[in-house]
């Protein structure tokens, strides 16, 4: 019990550093330095997970940990809009597709399934922690162009980043599932590059439309 305990204090941890930076890089959001406000948020997340903990188990609140999470938009963010929550689900699935890009690279490293590093609470958080890489590339490249406006979307921009990101999503779900079957058990390989693929695809859009609403944003002030 008390390794799940410092599991999820860990995973929670990460998992906040991962969608902090998500927002940061995509949304050039800001990160409160409030004592309140980071106070509560540590208790509600804590309490969240732990009702789910006592009821279920650990891989449960893991998976459960994306509504728990929420409370990072509300209080973590600033400032604060509406847009931040309906980024959300994006922060989430974009994050969630880096991370098994790499749990599909783990296991063939350590020739075993992927299903097996998903079901292992410190390879899921090993992937957490290389997602948070990512990000964090992202954020660097980004920052280097000086791109540091805050990000406006409209209604067209939301459209084509969810269609873009949750047909990824379903695809790498598709073959995560694959993975699963003994006879498939050769589609690790594969699977790293068609999840790549997916990567690249989401990042790439994410790019373009921060370009877009910025020129849009520009103009309009011209």
Not at 38 to 57: D, E, K, M, R
Not at 190 to 218: D, E, P, R
Request: glycine fraction near 4%.
């Amino acid at each position: 019990m008390i390794r799940d305990i410092l599991y999820l204090i860990v995973y929670f941890i990460t998992e906040t550093v991962l969608y902090s930076l998500a927002y940061r890089t995509a949304l050039s959001r800001g990160i409160t330095n409030k004592a309140v406000k980071w106070i509560v948020y540590i208790i509600v997340v804590l309490i969240a997970g732990s009702i789910v903990y006592v009821n279920n188990n650990l891989q449960y609140v893991m998976g459960a940990s994306i509504f728990i999470m929420v409370m990072l938009p509300i209080f973590i963010i600033e400032p604060f809009k509406i847009q931040n929550l309906l980024l959300y689900p994006f922060v989430v699935i974009a994050s969630s597709i880096f991370g098994i890009l790499f749990s599909f690279i783990i296991s063939i490293k350590i020739g075993t399934s992927e299903y097996y590093v998903k079901e292992s609470p410190a390879l899921t958080i090993l992937c957490q922690i290389l997602s948070i890489g990512v990000w964090a590339l992202i954020y660097v490249i980004k920052r280097r162009k000086n791109d540091q406006e805050e990000v406006i979307l409209d209604l067209k921009h939301y459209i084509i980043l969810y269609l873009v990101t949750i047909s990824s999503f379903i695809l790498v779900g598709s073959i995560q599932t694959f993975s699963e079957l003994e006879e498939y058990e050769d589609l690790q390989i594969y699977g790293v590059f068609a999840v790549m693929a997916c990567c690249t695809l989401v990042v790439v859009t994410l790019m373009q439309i921060v370009v877009l609403s910025q020129n849009a944003y520009i103009k309009k002030v011209k």
